[in-house]
Structures are given as C-alpha cells and as structure tokens.
C-alpha cells in the first residue's frame, strides 16, 4: 500500500477512516478518491466511505456520476454499501480488530448499541455470522415465569415504563383475581425516578383502580379510553347500554414521547379493533390488546435506551412491539401462555 501518497494537508487517512480539513477544492477531492484506491483492509472501506459522504454534502457536483468517473459503474452498489456504514457508524465506535463486514452488521442499531455488540464481537472473537445470529436472538427481551410479585423481588431492573393489562376481576377465569394494591407496591421499588405507567382496567372498577393509584403516590396524568366497538358486535343488553370501552389510567411524571406530527393518536380516545382469529393481530388470548394500540403506548410512554416492564404479559404483545432500541421484561404466571409468548417471540425464558 502506498501509504505515503494518502498523507496531504487537507486530507488525513486513519486506521478507521478518512478525516478532511479546511475545504478542498472539487479537482483536490477528486483526486484523493484516485489514490484511495490503492488501499486495502477494513480502512479501504471506512475511508472510501467518509469520502462520499464529504462529496455529498460539499459538492454540488458530488454526486454518483462524478464518483463513477474514478470506480465505474460496476462498483456502484459496493460504493454505496460503505457511504451507508460510514455514515451510520461514527469514527470513535469504528474497531479497527474486527472487519467492515461486522461493522455493516450492526449499522443500522443506536450507537450505545454499535458499541455493544462491536465490543462483544471483539471481546469473544466471533465471526460476522456468529455477530449475526447473536443479534437475531432478541437480547433485549426477557421473559420470566412466575408471580409477578415474586419474580419482581428478585430482579434488581429499574423501569422506565409499565404498560400492562392486569386481570380485572369481571370473569369465571381462575387467574381473574384483582389485587391492584399488592402489584403496585410490588412494582414501585423498580420504578425510576422519571417514568410513565399505562395500566388497563375494567370501566366497573376504574374508579377504585385510580384511588389506588393515588393512596400510593402515583399521579393520575391521563384517561384513556380505549375504544373496542367491533367486541359489543351483537350484544345485547337489558338493564344497562352496551359497553364498547375499557380504561387506560396513565399515572407517572415524565414527558411523553409524542411524535411531532399532530394527529388524532394525541387523543385520550384510542379506537383499536379487538383481535380476531381472522385479523392479522391473531387473538392468542382472551383478554387480548390489540398490538397497534400497545405498539402507540409503548412509543409514547419511553425513549431510546429506556426499560420496559410489562408484569402481566398474557399473549406477549408488549414484547412483540418492543424494538431492539429497548429493553423489555416480560412476566407471565400461566403456563400456558408462557410456551406462546416462547414461540411468538423466538425466545426462552428464564431459568
């Protein structure tokens, strides 16, 4: 490699990649990316990158026609490939002992997230398909069997967020048992200092629901109603009107994450079909929440980075809405349930 021929002014090669100073001129820009193409190994790729990525957004002829001028036509998708990483990799993360190929694998994740699994590919030297099949196992989910009280005495996580749908206490089931109380003081020990709760509960107990949600500190922000009208479908009733709603208390003192946007999802009535053995969102449980209204909760009530906690984890939905960019724990009594969540999620629970 003719190293010595990559060392200029304005232009500074690195073992990750390519840093440029001042403002070189088109012609110089255009003959540096000549003389990268005598350099191999994993900078080769970074440093091509960061040299794309400079013509884009410098030149307003910078583009893929004078590009190809120096690599042809036939290298465009490779081209593109390493502008892609190096743009979503920054140079600090960037290992210069593990290949650009482990790089790609991972450049789609958060940084916090770059570093870790770069880290650990280094660390335990696995290959780019051990990084990728490490990846496809879901580490961010967790899924405990058991008591929620119980399992919950256990486990040292602090949540960020709880969005759940507890029993409550309106049906024959077994499980159907409503102790509010107890699981809020279960709970609150792994509360973070800033957090949002999005607890379900029946219309019939919503106001006993929410009185203990005050006797234990926790402040009432919002009501939602969630809006069900495809469940009353030929209903009938004859002492009371037919209910079509089921409530949402939002308790906590954080910030939701709204997108930016305004649209109706701001409102505090959410109309979501319940799920169907026909839908898409296949009812795997009675008391199914559909996954688009959970899916709207979970955005909403936490941030990159953050932990979730969802205590009474019925089908898993919770965790099948759940990105990679969070953390989720999932408990689940019911045996039964359990084993669905195991393969509706592609994960094991814990021993």
Known sequence: MKQLELLTSKFRLTETGLEIEGKPEFEEWMDYGQSLKVLDG??????IGDWIIHGFETYEHGRW?????????????????YEWVA?????????????????????????????????????????VATLRQKLSEKNYLRLYKGDMVEV????????????????????????DQLETDNWLKAIIPHLAEQYNIFW??????????????????LPIQSRIVWHRRNMAMGSQAHNKFIDTWEMILHAGNRELNFPKEWSDAWFDVQTFAVPQTNFTDKKLHPTQKP???IQRLV??????NDKILDPFAGSGTTGVVCKDDRECVLIERE?????????????????
């Open 42 to 47: 994993t900078a080769r790729q970074f440093a």
């Open 65 to 81: 026609d004078a590009i190809q001028q120096i690599w042809g036509n036939e290298a465009r998708e490779t081209l593109r490939k």
């Open 87 to 127: 743009k979503q990799i920054k140079s600090v993360l960037r290992r210069t002992d593990l290949t650009f190929s482990h790089h790609e694998v991972i450049a789609d994740l958060q940084p916090d997230k770059q570093h870790h699994w770069l880290e650990q590919a280094a660390a335990n030297k696995w290959s």
């Open 152 to 175: 919950l005495s256990c486990i040292p996580d602090i949540f960020d967020l709880i969005v759940t749908d507890p029993p409550y206490g309106v049906t024959e089931y077994e499980w």
């Open 200 to 217: 379900f509960c029946s219309p019939k107990f919503a106001a006993d629901t929410e009185m203990i949600f005050r006797l234990n500190n």
């Open 291 to 293: 996954e688009g209204l």
């Open 299 to 304: 955005e909403f009530g936490s941030y990159p």
């Open 335 to 351: 045996e039964g349930y359990t084993g669905i969540i195991e393969g509706r999620l592609g994960i094991s629970r814990q021993k």
